[in-house]
């Protein structure tokens, strides 16, 4: 019969093309997942992580370049860099120590930002919450408080190894100085988070603190000139800074204010400029080769008289 | 009295002060480093000095060299895998001491309980301790914006080319002395003086003293016009003023020599370090009149901590010129 024929005939067919179609199917989703399983192998190669990085990633001089080069937060780096440099004895890692010290602050910082109210009533029970009842509050504040602490160290590590490596000389004069002012920021960060937590030692850390305000020539209701200049303890640098005469809850407010937002800013913008002068300097300034005595060069460019060589001596 | 262990313990135990004792050994660590490397320099230096050839030839570095080297490397991954490396370490290291060591809380700040002693956070102690020396308008404010001024001048007055981008002893003696005596002799160890001997009511205790709240000190300072017993209340009829205001004039007028005195002889003593050796000769005619001018200023007034601390801590001297509107 030719209807049951068909139909036999298309049954068997529809079954075998469902047997066939299921083993080509099988045969192709091993061939596909082994070869997603290669490609998993070498994860810089899929679309994905190109769109991301932007280049291909062999192993070449031209991508490890590429790979410096094209990522934003890498390319604060040179493509390449002084052999020497990349030992630890130079720089003693130290600027970069500081710079994710900074970081470390910044990340634990916001963390505890959500659990702190800068008013008399509130933040001194905010620390205490924190230290009983948030998880791994305790932790989170002594992480903060300590990365403060290790900052300063690494700031003043810094700036001494700067210094014997004679790293502030020409070209880098002006990199000192701003670096000068990052050292400043970076204790000034330190001091205003000190009254936060509302307790004794904050409270008579900085009181000991704005007290020398006081005594400011001139602006300071105690300072030489001061009274001369009409400053009482209602209207001199003290009272602006602590919105007060007496360190209370507008003064708290007002740390809370520079340490959170004011001064990470200044000293965002001011990292900023350090490490782009460092490159534009010509990078780390050494181990360069060394110099000498007999090798040093007349100046020669013609100067103001005050500027001039003094000849003297 | 017995040597009082708690005492010492109780201090560089509290959670704050960790830094510091971490610091205590920190700057020495890294002082001997870095004078390691400048000696080992100025080895290289003596040999490239003394053999003309030698100084066209070889390698001007105490790092390892081979010609087949390239001279830079890729940053990717030589540098950054090293940076990733310390921050890892000091993820850990901060972990350790944040699980170990809680920040400290006191009690509640109560303006009616005085806590004593009252210390600033110990990177600020350093200025504090100079509240004993000078009065706080010179202590908490000249004296701070002086340091910041005087350190971003540090590049614009050290004329001295030598010694830019390596470590070096010999070729940069007078600034890595100045520095070493402004960075550990007065900045660190005015902190560490605030943080372990001062105690309650900011008075001296040894190492090994009880901090005795209740303690006395009975030393009487005194202004060095007191001391060389001027009164000049005679005055008075030539000026036609009274006897104390003869007094205030007289005293005021006094305090000016010695401190004439003191810049005068500061002034010849620095000058006769900077022209000490052939060298330092040639750098010093090197630098214009501006540049000598500031140097001076800022190494005499940096010479004057030490002498008042002196003054005051061992011939217990307050004040050198008192004036009717500030004293020093
Ligand atoms: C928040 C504080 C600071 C951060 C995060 C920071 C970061 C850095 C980093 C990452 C470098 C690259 C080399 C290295 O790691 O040593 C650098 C270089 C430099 N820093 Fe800083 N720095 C800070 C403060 C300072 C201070 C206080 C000074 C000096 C008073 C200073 C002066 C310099 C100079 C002159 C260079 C170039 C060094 C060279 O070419 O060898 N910086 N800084």
């Known amino acids: ?14 079954l075998e093309k469902a047997k066939d179609s299921a083993a080509a199917l099988r045969e192709t989703l ?3 997942a082994k070869q997603q399983a290669t490609e998993l192998k070498e994860p810089e190669k899929t679309q994905l992580y190109r769109s991301i990085f932007r280049v291909k990633h062999d192993e070449e001089p031209r991508n490890r370049a590429l790979s410096v080069l094209s990522n934003v937060f890498f390319h604060l780096h040179p493509a390449k860099v002084n052999r020497d440099a990349t030992k630890y004895n130079f720089t003693w890692g130290m600027g970069g120590i500081t710079f994710y010290l900074f970081i470390v602050l910044t990340f634990t910082g916001v963390l505890l930002m959500f659990y702190y109210h800068p008013s008399k009533i509130q933040a001194f029970r905010d620390i205490l919450y924190l230290e009983n009842d948030v ?7 002594n992480m903060h408080r300590w990365a403060a602490h290790l900052m300063i160290i690494a700031v003043w590590l810094h700036m001494f190894r700067v210094f014997m490596t004679g790293s502030y000389k020409r070209p880098r004069e002006f990199n000192w100085c701003v670096g000068v002012l990052l050292m400043v920021l970076t204790m000034l960060l330190s001091f205003t988070g000190y009254l936060l937590p509302d307790d004794q030692l904050g409270f008579w850390a900085v009181t000991v603190g704005t007290n020398m305000a006081r005594a400011t020539p001139l602006l300071g209701n105690e300072g030489p000139g001061g009274p001369q200049m009409g400053m009482t303890p209602y209207n001199d640098v003290r009272f602006a800074l602590l919105g007060g005469s007496i360190v209370d809850a507008n003064a708290l407010l007002r740390a809370y204010i520079w340490h ?7 000293v965002a913008i001011f990292l900023g400029v350090h490490f782009w002068r460092v490159r534009k300097d010509g990078g780390i300034s050494g181990p360069a080769p060394v110099m000498l005595e007999s090798e040093i060069k007349e ?3 013609p100067r103001p008289v005050i500027l001039r060589p003094s000849g003297m001596g | 009295m017995p040597f009082d262990w708690r005492q010492i313990w109780e201090v560089a135990s509290a959670p704050d002060n960790v830094p510091i004792v971490a610091l205590l050994f920190l700057a020495p660590f ?6 390691r490397q400048g000696i080992a320099n100025d080895k290289l230096i003596a040999i490239l000095e003394s053999d003309a050839q030698a100084a066209k030839t070889k390698y001007r570095k105490t790092q390892e060299w081979d010609p087949k080297w390239e001279r830079e490397v890729h940053t990717w991954p030589y540098l950054m895998r090293m940076e990733f490396l310390v921050a890892i370490l000091v993820t850990v290291l901060l972990m350790a001491w944040s699980l170990t060591l809680n920040a400290p809380l006191e009690e509640p700040a109560n303006p009616n309980v005085t806590m004593n002693p009252a210390k600033a956070p110990w990177y600020f102690l350093g200025l504090q301790e100079m509240l004993v020396y000078f009065d706080p308008w010179i202590a908490g404010v000249v004296m701070p914006t002086l340091i910041i001024v005087g350190l971003m001048v540090i590049p614009y007055i050290d004329s001295n080319p030598l010694g830019n981008g390596y470590y070096t002893y010999k070729q940069r003696r007078f600034s890595i002395w100045t520095f070493l005596v402004g960075f550990i002799g007065l900045w660190v160890l005015m902190i560490v003086i605030g ?11 040894w190492p090994g003293q009880t901090w005795d709240a209740e303690r006395v000190d009975y030393a009487v300072n005194r202004n060095l016009d007191q001391i060389f017993g001027i009164d000049g209340s005679w005055l008075a009829p030539i000026f036609h003023t009274t006897k104390d205001q003869a007094a205030i004039w007289a005293r005021a007028i006094f305090g000016i020599f010695p401190l004439v005195i003191f810049f005068i002889v500061a002034a010849i003593l ?3 370090v900077c022209t000490r050796t052939e060298f330092s000769k040639k750098i010093y005619k090197r630098m214009s009149l501006l540049q000598l001018v500031t140097m001076y200023t800022f190494l005499i007034l940096m010479l004057s901590l030490p002498i008042k601390i002196l003054l005051r801590l061992v011939f217990t001297i307050k004040y050198i010129w008192v004036t009717p509107w500030f004293s020093i």
Do not use: Q
């Open chain 1, 1 to 14: 019969m030719p209807e049951e024929n068909g139909d036999g005939k298309s049954k068997t067919g529809i």
């Open chain 1, 30 to 32: 091993t061939e596909k």
């Open chain 2, 270 to 272: 620095v000058h006769w």
């Open chain 1, 299 to 301: 100046e020669r460019s």
């Open chain 1, 135 to 141: 998880p791994f509050g305790k932790l989170l504040r």
């Open chain 1, 260 to 266: 959170c937002i004011a001064i990470p800013l200044i």
């Open chain 2, 195 to 205: 943080t372990f001997i001062r105690g309650p009511g900011w008075m001296w205790f």
């Open chain 2, 30 to 35: 890294y002082m001997w480093y870095a004078l």
